[in-house]
C-alpha cells in the first residue's frame, strides 16, 4: 500500500497569499497518478487536479500541481477567501486508492 | 448533468448490518466503475470499495475485506455497499464517486451516515 504524507498539517495563511501544500509518498506514483482535492465542511471533495499537473474541469487556473515520482505540490498562486479549507491528495496507480491525511488551509 | 444519490444509512448496533446504495444518473452508468469511499467523523478519505463496469471485478480496502460486498444493478442504475458485521470504527459517512479516468473521482454523491453504536 502507498502511504502518502501531506504537509504542513495546517496552513495559516491570508487572502492574497500564495499557498504551497506538499504530498509526498512512500513509494513511486508511476504515471503521475495524483489527484488533489478540495473539501469544505459538510461537503463531499471535489476534484481540483489529476494527473499530478492537470487541472479539472471548472476549476479556476489559480490552482496548479506540480511534481513527480515520489514528492508532489499543490499551488495556489493567490488565495481566495473561498480557498480555505482541507486539502487531500490522493494516489490512483495502484489499489488501495489512498490519500494522505489531508492538510487543513486556515484564514491567518 | 451528473448525479448520485446515496441513500440507507443510519444507526446499526455492534455486529448488525446495513445495505447502502447510490442512485446514478446524467451519465452512462453501465460503463463507468464506481467507487465508496468513507469518512469518519473529523476524520480524513479512506477508499473503501470499487467495482467495474460490469460489475465483474471488485476491490476492497483491508479494513472491510470480509464484511462489505460491493455490487451494481446497471439495469437500475444503481450501486450497493452491502456491510455486515459492523464495527464502531465504521462509523463514517459513505460517498459513492465516479472516476474520472481510473481512480480519480470528479463527481461524488453527498454521503449518507452510517453509525454504529449500541
Known amino acids: 500500500e502507498i502511504v502518502l504524507t501531506q504537509s504542513p498539517g495546517t496552513l495559516s495563511l491570508s487572502p492574497g497569499e500564495r499557498a504551497t501544500l506538499s504530498c509526498r509518498a512512500s513509494?513511486?506514483?508511476?504515471?503521475?497518478?495524483l489527484a488533489w482535492y478540495q473539501q469544505k465542511p459538510g461537503q463531499a471533495p471535489r476534484l481540483l487536479i489529476y494527473g499530478a499537473s492537470r487541472t479539472a474541469i471548472g476549476i479556476p487556473d489559480r490552482f496548479s500541481g506540480s511534481g513527480s515520482g515520489t514528492d508532489f505540490t499543490l499551488t495556489i498562486s493567490r488565495l481566495e477567501p473561498e480557498d480555505f479549507a482541507v486539502y487531500y491528495c490522493q494516489q490512483y496507480v495502484s489499489s488501495p486508492y489512498t490519500f494522505g491525511q489531508g492538510t487543513k488551509l486556515e484564514i491567518k | 448533468e451528473v448525479q448520485l444519490l446515496e441513500s440507507g444509512g443510519g444507526l446499526v448496533q455492534p455486529g448488525g448490518s446495513l445495505r447502502l446504495s447510490c442512485a446514478a444518473s446524467g451519465f452512462t452508468f453501465s460503463s463507468s466503475a464506481i467507487t465508496w469511499v468513507r469518512q469518519a467523523p473529523g476524520e480524513g478519505l479512506e477508499w473503501v470499495s470499487d467495482?467495474?463496469?460490469?460489475?465483474?471485478?471488485?476491490s476492497y480496502a483491508d479494513s472491510v475485506k470480509g464484511r462489505f460486498t460491493i455490487s451494481r444493478d446497471n439495469s437500475r442504475n444503481t450501486l450497493y455497499l452491502q456491510m455486515n458485521s459492523l464495527r464502531a470504527e465504521d462509523t463514517a459517512v459513505y460517498f459513492c464517486?465516479?472516476?474520472?479516468?481510473?481512480?480519480?473521482?470528479?463527481?461524488w454523491g453527498q454521503g449518507t451516515l452510517v453509525t454504529v453504536s449500541s
Open positions: 464517486a465516479k472516476p474520472r479516468f481510473r481512480g480519480d473521482y470528479d463527481y
Open positions: 513509494q513511486s506514483v508511476t504515471s503521475n497518478y
Open positions: 467495482i467495474s463496469a460490469s460489475g465483474t471485478v471488485t
